[in-house]
């Protein structure tokens, strides 16, 4: 499990004040952006915890990247939509990026780029990198609810501190108490806070043993009041700051922040130097380091000049000759053998042309019509016809019988019904 929690030279040596932003300006920063979560949070409905989630995201992140790099606004849109997704309360990216549009004006919106959605997506890989896939956070809810349980008291008091105290814990999510103590610190330090503030006395608690100075040693043992004083003072100077919305931010950097400019007499401008042209490659490069720059020799005016010559031409290539294209050859009549004489022994009566007839013409079909003085052909709706140029072997009995007595050969056999799968 990786340690997320820093001291306090830490977090003035973060990667942001290491490139030239002073601590006050990361510490708006870092409210601002909390800020932002919550309010978007709210407007989407998410919970609590899922809003703390992407707070506690939001302070880690930064513990490893710089406000310079990632706009504050883009990030704190990407630490919700994980949360969102961690805490099993997820929300569209689309819902995101519109509901943002509604609580940013046009400059804070511009840091989004032309695809906001694509930016969250991009930037939700870095943060999983950051965060090395810990998507597991604790918060002080659990333990205010859990230490309150155990305290005896009045009960309307009580509900009063423990109220007070779940409000300390929200608003310290705009500190960076949660990269400094454990939420069980945390949650007894807001109540420390709240008691005193709500003038609730504790006098006894649940599973008291006589070694036992205070309420908090049954939980947290060899705990300082100093600490926990000096976590309230840090919820106490966060309500020193004004709090505004996201469209009323300050603008970056904050004004009067700016180094003042002094008057200097302008220096005579220089004659412009022609730019040399870089090298295309690391190799052009290294030479053009290695080696001086020497200017081509000037030109000799004693040296004749070249006597002009007939212009020279390349010689031109004959152009290719076209594709010839693939001409298919003409496809030959099929030949139709002519079958003659009279059909075998025993062959029931079928469609076949009868003794003496002369057969198909040559270059007839089969089934054309007889020509002119031609004998009709044979008609039996109940006849055998043998595949074309095959005649069956002798006594072959197959094929259905020829129609009953007295029935038309046209009409439908007996026990015909219409739309049958066997006919």
């Not at 606004?73 to 099993?88: I, R």
């Not at 001409?327 to 079928?350: C, E, I, L, S």
């Not at 046209?410 to 015909?416: E, L, M, Q, V």
């Amino acid at each position: 499990m990786p340690n997320w929690y820093w001291e306090k030279k830490d977090l003035r040596n973060t990667p942001s004040q290491n490139k030239g932003m002073d601590f006050d300006t990361e510490t708006r920063y870092r409210r601002e952006g909390v800020r932002f979560i919550m309010e978007l949070g709210k407007a989407l409905n998410l919970s609590h915890n899922t809003m703390a989630t992407g707070g506690v995201y939001y302070h880690r992140f930064y513990m490893f990247h710089s406000f310079q790099e990632f706009p504050r606004y883009v990030t704190s849109t990407c630490c919700l939509f994980l949360a969102g997704k961690a805490e099993e309360t997820p929300k569209k990216c689309r819902d995101l990026v519109k509901t943002v549009r509604q609580l940013t004006n046009d400059r804070q919106f511009s840091t989004f780029g032309n695809d906001p959605r694509e930016e969250i997506m991009i930037l939700e890989r870095v943060l999983l990198q950051t965060i090395k896939f810990d998507l597991q956070v604790e918060h002080p809810y659990d333990s205010i609810i859990r230490f309150a349980k155990s305290l005896k008291g009045d009960q309307q008091k009580l509900q009063k501190m423990v109220q007070m105290s779940w409000t300390f814990v929200n608003d310290s999510l705009c500190t960076t108490l949660s990269l400094q103590w454990e939420s069980e610190i945390i949650a007894i330090a807001v109540m420390y806070l709240a008691v005193k503030l709500s003038k609730f006395e504790i006098r006894d608690w649940a599973n008291r043993q006589p070694r036992q100075m205070h309420w908090w040693d049954q939980h947290v043992e060899d705990l300082e009041t100093t600490d926990l004083e000096e976590i309230c003072h840090q919820v106490l100077d966060l309500y020193a700051q004004p709090v505004t919305a996201t469209k009323d931010a300050l603008v970056s950097p904050p004004p009067g922040a700016a180094p003042k400019v002094q008057h200097v007499a302008p220096k005579p401008a220089k004659p412009k130097a022609h730019p040399k042209p870089s090298p295309s490659t690391p190799v052009q490069a290294v030479r053009s380091k290695s080696r001086p720059h020497t200017p081509p020799p000037p030109p000799n005016p004693a040296a004749p000049a070249p006597p002009p010559g007939p212009p020279t031409s390349a010689p031109t290539a004959p152009p290719p000759p076209p594709p010839q294209r693939y001409v298919r050859p003409p496809m030959q009549p099929m030949a139709v053998p002519v079958v003659q004489g009279p059909p075998p022994t025993g062959y029931p009566q079928m469609a076949y042309p009868p003794q003496g007839y002369p057969g198909v013409p040559p270059g007839a079909h089969p089934g054309a019509p007889p020509q002119a003085g031609m004998a009709p052909y044979p008609t039996n709706q109940y006849a055998y016809a043998p595949p074309h140029g095959q005649i069956p072997p002798p006594g072959y009995q197959g094929g259905p019988p020829g129609p009953p007595p007295g029935m038309h050969p046209g009409s439908a056999p007996p026990n015909y019904h219409r739309g049958h799968s066997r006919y």
